[in-house]
């Protein structure tokens, strides 16, 4: 008794029972081609060491606006957090580690500008801001002067060089060309 018929197997019913073992792995390793390769396009981007394999180059504008905003924020940050310390709210060691760590991330900002290489029209933008942040690294150093001696009170120095740095800022872009 027969339950079920192949209709397009037909006379051949000898070949319906089992795939061969060449055509088994054909398929593995087919499907599991499609499989790692899909993975790979999903994993790729999803690991930023691996998946930053084509940046678009950054314009000279992107770069500066870049620096700036982080310039901006590590100069904000450790204003504020110097005023704390002057209120007695932030520990010197603290304060310290601060500074320190605002100095390195000056150092990588001023490195980027410097790996830049712009455009001729943008390099006196560009080395005006370069100013700009050694004058916010001497600021650094007499804040960290300040600190380490528990000099608490408002310093002409430190606001020339804040004042110093403001004015090569705005150097920096009456320099850009579009400013022109």
Same mark, same amino acid.
């Given at each position: ?5 192949? &209709? ?48 678009? &180059? ?59 290489? &712009? ?62």
């Amino acid at each position: 008794m027969v339950i079920f018929d192949y &209709p397009f197997i037909g006379e051949h019913k000898i070949y319906a029972g089992l795939a061969s073992k060449k055509g088994i792995t054909l398929t593995a390793g087919i499907t599991a081609a499609i499989i790692g390769s899909s993975f790979l396009i999903w994993y790729l981007p999803q690991n930023s060491s691996v998946g930053t394999l084509i940046t678009a &180059p950054r314009t000279e504008l992107e770069i500066i606006n870049d620096v700036y905003s982080r310039h901006n924020i590590t100069a904000t940050n450790i204003d504020s957090k110097f005023e704390e310390w002057k209120r007695g709210n932030v520990t010197a060691s603290d304060m310290m580690n601060q500074i320190s760590s605002d100095r390195t991330e000056i150092q990588n900002l001023r490195k980027e500008l410097a790996d830049a290489r &712009p455009a001729q029209e943008w390099q006196d933008s560009f080395d005006t801001y370069a100013k700009a942040l050694d004058s916010f690294a001497k600021y650094l150093s007499t804040m960290e002067t300040k600190v380490q001696s528990g000099n608490k009170t408002d310093s002409r120095e430190l606001d020339g060089l804040k004042k110093e740095m403001q004015d090569y800022l705005n150097s920096s872009i009456a320099a850009m060309p579009f400013g022109k």
